[in-house]
């Protein structure tokens, strides 16, 4: 594996070799030190505030509620989770919460938590721009039931406890 910082590979001897091609050169650090390696991730079930896998995102910058644009179908997975579908037409504005969140943060500690249904994508929001997002997976669709409710999986869960 190479370390991205250097372009080198654990272990690789005193001449700076490299597996990034021959007589690549090393990516410039400097260049990677002044950016942010913070994303929007856009949340709609239980990692919003008060859900089952919330804790890694309780420290993360909390943009405020947000909606997805309206190319979205929302399926509920046996009453656990939901995930987006994004579909060219009969779609809705799935509303959820956006956050600020680091890579690592993302990569460590939230998506290990996500269920294997789910994969990780970009979507679009309601304002246009554009957020990191958890969506299904195609072939997970089987046995999903369809959310409609305004009020999205919080509203789609208390609507099922209480019925």
Do not use: C, K
Request: proline residues 7%; glycine residues 12%; hydrophobic residues 40%.
């Amino acid at each position: 594996m190479t370390d991205l910082t250097t372009g080198t590979r654990p272990g690789a001897d005193d001449l700076g070799a490299n597996d990034l091609g021959a007589g690549a050169p090393a990516i410039d650090r400097s260049r990677l030190d002044n950016r942010s390696d913070i994303v929007r991730m856009f949340v709609n079930g239980q990692a919003m505030s008060g859900g089952s896998i919330h804790a890694p995102l309780a420290d993360a910058e909390f943009l405020g509620r947000a909606w997805t644009a309206p190319r979205y179908r929302f399926w509920s997975f046996r009453d656990e989770f939901p995930g987006l579908e994004p579909v060219t037409a009969g779609g809705w504005s799935v509303p959820g919460e956006l956050y600020a969140v680091s890579y690592a943060v993302l990569r460590d500690r939230l998506l290990p938590l996500e269920p294997p249904e789910l994969e990780l994508t970009v979507i679009e929001l309601a304002d246009g721009s554009g957020s990191l997002s958890m969506r299904v997976r195609a072939a997970a669709l089987a046995g999903a039931v369809e959310i409609r409710h305004p009020d999205g999986w919080l509203g789609y869960l208390a609507t099922r406890q209480s019925g």
